[in-house]
């Protein structure tokens, strides 16, 4: 695969297949990517064509700009829904990919950040924007069933559910006096699962599918 340009449209479904794959870890072959993706290049024509860099290597491909969708890609670790890439300046190898920028935008749904967080959690939409969380807890010796809704942003790059309200299903004195600690339990802060370093969460949002996110990173390497 070292010398692999063998026609522009060979190129682009290399680079298209190789983009999804890598950039949700699945270079283990262990992954299924549902709905084939597409990708699309700047070229002679379009007027706002990137220049190559100077010291591109024979052993890599390069390409302006680069557009996929998919419906559906699943991993081991991770699955999103609806997703939209679009990757600048990328450097394509047998070692890995490198992007100048890549962003991204997708559905997580609420399934796979649930099984990050263990435990039995179950994460849903509680309406007007807020997330429900409930989870199985131990306070002060007493298992519990904490309920909460909370609040979702990007911060820092990670997930951030912070609890408004919180209902530990006993009396209101029970609750007040554990609420504190419950609170603790069900503030959940995650990175995204199944992308790579150097990818951030900018914006989130709740939705009936789950988390509505939108990714960006500068100088994102990708290795094979």
Avoid: C, N
């Avoid at 554990?178 to 990175?191: D, E, F, G, K, Y």
Wanted: aromatic residues 4%.
């Amino acid at each position: 695969m070292k010398h692999f340009l063998l026609g522009v449209g060979a190129t682009l479904a290399t680079l298209a297949l190789a983009l999804v794959v890598l950039l949700l870890t699945l270079g283990s072959g262990d992954g299924e990517t549902i709905a084939a993706p597409s990708a699309t290049a700047s070229g002679p024509g379009t007027g706002t064509e990137p220049q190559p860099p100077a010291d591109l290597t024979t052993d890599e491909t390069w390409l302006g700009t680069v557009d996929l969708r998919g419906s559906d890609i699943v991993s081991a670790d991770a699955t999103l829904t609806d997703v939209v890439a679009t990757g600048s300046g990328v450097r394509f190898s047998e070692s890995g990919l490198r992007a100048e920028r890549l962003d991204l935008d997708a559905t997580l749904p609420f399934a796979t950040v649930a099984t990050q967080i263990g435990d039995g959690a179950r994460l849903y939409d509680a309406g007007d924007g807020l997330a429900g969380i409930e989870r199985a807890v131990t306070i002060l010796g007493r298992d519990l069933t904490v309920r909460a809704e909370g609040t979702v942003v990007a911060d820092g790059g990670q997930l951030l559910i912070e609890p408004r309200t919180v209902d530990l299903g006993g009396p209101d004195f029970l609750d007040s006096a554990l609420s504190s600690l419950a609170r603790s339990l069900v503030t959940i802060r995650q990175p995204v699962p199944g992308v790579p370093d150097g990818l951030a969460l900018t914006d989130v949002a709740v939705t009936p599918a789950g988390f509505d996110a939108s990714l960006s990173g500068t100088d994102v390497t990708i290795g094979r």
